[in-house]
Structures are given as C-alpha cells and as structure tokens.
C-alpha cells in the first residue's frame, strides 16, 4: 500500500520544482513539467481522494472555496460579457492561491512538520539556483526577463527566448516572489544567535536575491525591495522608534527641494548600464519629480488610476470589465488592485479579501510579536507591489502562503527562547 506522507511530500516537491526551479521543469517532457497542467491537479485530486475530509472540514481552504464558487455565480449571472483576460486572470489567481493554501494546511492537518520544513528548505535551495541562473542570462541578454513578459515582442516563442527558459532563467512572478522574502530572512538573521556561518547564509542570499531583482530590470520590484529591506533593519523591538524614524524620514522628504531628489536619482542613474531599463526608469522618474508631464512612462502609470477610478464610479458594485468597455484599457492590468475594483467591484473585492483577511488573523494571532512584525511587513510588500504593478505567476504566492506562515516552525530550531508551541499551530 502507498505511503501518503512519502507520496504527498513526493507530489509538494515536485509542486515546488516546476514553480521555482526552471532548469529541471523546463526540460522535462511535455507536459511532466507544468505546474498548471500536471502537478498541481494531481495534487488537488490526491488531497480530495486521501485528504477530502480534513480538507473540506478546514475553515480557512473553505472560505477560499466560497470565493471560488461565487466567481463561477458571477460569470454566469453578472459579469457574463466580461473580456477573456480579466476572466482568465480571475480563474488563474484562485487556482493559484488555492492549490498553495491546500499544501501548506495538508501539512498542518497531517501534523507532518518536518515535511512542511524539509519543503520549506528546497525552496530555498531552489530559489539560490535560478538566481544564480537568472544572473548568468542576464548578462547574456541584459532584457531577457522583460522580453519574456511582453506578450506583443513575441520573444517567448523565438528560439532564444526558448533557450533561454530551457536555461533555467526566472520570469516575472520570480523576481516578485524575492521581495516578499527579504523581510522573513532578515528576522532570521536577527534571532539567530549561535551558528555564525548561517547568519553569512542569509547574507549571502540577502545580496543573491537584491542582485537577482536588479537584473531583472523591474525598477518597482528594486524600489519595494530597498524600502522593505530599511523598515525590516530598523527592527520589530523598537516599533515606535521604526514608526518615528520612518515618519521623520518622510517628513524632512517634504522639506528638501524637488530639484535635490531629481539630481540625486540622476546621479543614481548612473551606477546602471546607460541604455538598461533601470537606467531609463529611473532617469524618467527624475524627470517626472523636476517637471511633470504626460510623456513619460512614471507620468503614464499614474494616469491609469483615474481611468480605472471612472470605471469603477460607473458600476461600484459589480465592476466593468467588460470587452465592449472602451475605458478598461489593457494598461489597468498593471495595477493590480485597482484593476481589480475596476473590473470587479466591490463585490469582486470584499469576496477576494474576505478569505485572505481570515487566513492572515488566523495565523499572525499564533505568531510572536516580533515575528508579527516582520510577517506584516512581508504581507504589506505584496499589498504595496499590486499598487504599482500586476501580480501574476504561482511563485509570488507559495511565499504568501507557504513560506511567510511556514517558516515560523522554523524559529524552533533557531531561537532557544521562542519555542513554537506545535500543538497551539497544529490546531489551525
């Protein structure tokens, strides 16, 4: 008879590998290597055949179910003319989050932890290598990442582009998935106080995964990454004094002359290859802050937000994402959020957040404080990068789900003093 601790730790590694380590995925056969069409049903089907009770009984996978449910109701009954994309996103984003929601709860349910923390580690052990992947193809095709992103350059489907995923190179969810890391490595760093060499572990994919965003050449993502990575130095301990530095910052921000930061970013500008995308990112926003105007691109993103703000005044409740909707152009897809209270309405997000608010309390009322602290900022990275950009890709949301609530087991092995009391989490 099947082992299922060994079969389902089976079907989470390979979940993990055809989500973050491309090299292996990529050149698997057809179809063995797709997250999408392969693994992940298998997984979903085997929790159902092996786990249905435990599965269905669980609060928090139920709730999710329900959003999922009432997607379906809507598509039928209110959003029946809603354009392919916005409904493909919508169904994606549910599979996504509810397939993670479902491994992370099989282990807590299965009371399988050093499973859950065996997963946790090849994650990690993953993430190192496609980083270091992604640099080396960088330095190939410096615009690589953002070429695979664009549908309309075509570059996905040309023998470069090709070579380049059989490499093992990271794509967009990726390098969004790191940022959401920083926080959680940093606490790490913080509370471990007798293994030195760990500590230069952390560091070391501190620096990996910083550098890896850089090369990829999302500003926003390098932008995130910075103002996550102060808050998370600063500290949990000292909250007010975080709280009082950080509005100080921002208030002598407003003092200081516009021409001052337009010179600084300037100067900035110049560590990046004249010509690489975070070089005109970052030359643009400069322009933008010493005189604004319509032509540049940091000027063209923030304009999307009225255009996505009259189609939701038009239909607060329900949303238009409609086809024939001449306002709900393709360019509200980069803002994530509002895109999504456009499209949706306030219907579409009170049921999206509904689950995710449920999951949160649910786990950070069994967190440490200190380990609330740096868990909310995590959480608060995410929220922030679907303000400025689209989120999209199943990697972004192992972390979300998985790696955030997941690696407080972990601060048992690390922290003498911070016991992680496993029969208080089992009972989630």
């Known amino acids: 008879m099947i082992n299922q601790k060994i079969y389902f730790r089976f079907l989470s590694i390979m979940l993990i590998i055809t989500a973050f380590l491309p090299v292996v995925a990529e050149n698997l056969p057809k179809g063995v290597g797709s997250f999408r069409y392969f693994w992940a049903p298998l997984w979903l089907i085997s929790l159902l055949l092996f786990k249905g009770k435990e599965t269905l009984s669980n609060f928090v996978i139920l709730n999710f179910l329900i959003y999922g449910i009432s997607l379906f109701i809507l598509f ?21 989050m509810i397939t993670v929601v479902s491994v992370l709860y099989y282990y807590i349910f299965s009371k399988d932890i050093h499973g859950l923390i065996l ?16 640099i080396v193809v960088s330095y190939i095709n410096p615009l690589y990442a953002r070429l695979l992103t664009q549908s309309s350059s075509g570059f996905y489907n040309t023998a470069e582009g090709n070579y380049f995923l059989r490499m093992g190179a990271a794509q967009y969810s990726f390098g969004q998935s790191l940022i959401c890391i920083f926080p959680i490595l940093i606490f790490f760093y913080k509370i471990i106080e007798k293994s030195l060499i760990l500590k230069w572990v952390i560091i ?18 390098i932008l995130l ?15 007010k004094l975080s709280v009082f530095i950080v509005c100080m910052f921002l208030g002598i921000t407003f003092l200081i002359p516009k021409s001052y930061y337009s010179d600084l970013l300037i100067s900035f500008s110049y560590y990046f290859d004249a010509g690489s995308e975070n070089f005109n990112k970052i ?12 032509s540049g691109e940091t000027a063209s993103r923030l304009s999307r937000y009225p255009v996505l703000f009259n189609v939701f005044v038009k239909n607060p409740i329900f949303g238009d994402a409609h086809a024939t909707n001449p306002d709900n ?6 803002l994530h959020w ?21 999951f949160i309390k649910n786990w950070v009322k069994r967190f440490s404080k200190e380990y609330a602290f740096f868990a909310a900022i995590s959480y608060l990275g995410f929220f922030g990068l679907g303000l400025m950009k689209a989120i999209a890709g199943k990697e972004i949301w192992f972390i979300y789900f998985f790696i955030i609530p997941g690696m407080y087991y972990l601060t048992c092995q690390y922290k003498e003093n911070e016991k992680v009391e496993l029969n208080k989490l089992l009972k989630l």
């Open 76 to 96: 039928s009954l209110v959003w029946n003319n809603i354009d392919l994309r916005s409904r493909t996103s919508l169904i994606e984003e549910f599979y996504w």
């Open 119 to 134: 997963i946790i580690k090849l994650i990690f052990i993953f993430i190192g290598i496609t980083s270091v992947i992604t």
């Open 204 to 221: 070391t994919y501190l620096i990996l995964m910083f550098y890896t965003i850089i090369r990829m050449q999302f500003f926003a993502n």
């Open 225 to 239: 990454s910075l103002i996550l990575i102060l808050i998370s130095f600063l500290g949990g301990k000292r909250i």
């Open 283 to 294: 030359k643009d926003l400069s322009e933008f802050i010493s005189e604004p105007d319509e």
């Open 329 to 334: 152009d393709e360019t509200g897809y980069h």
């Open 338 to 358: 509002m895109n999504k209270l456009a499209t949706t309405g306030l219907c579409g997000v009170l049921l999206f957040f509904l689950p995710h608010f449920i």
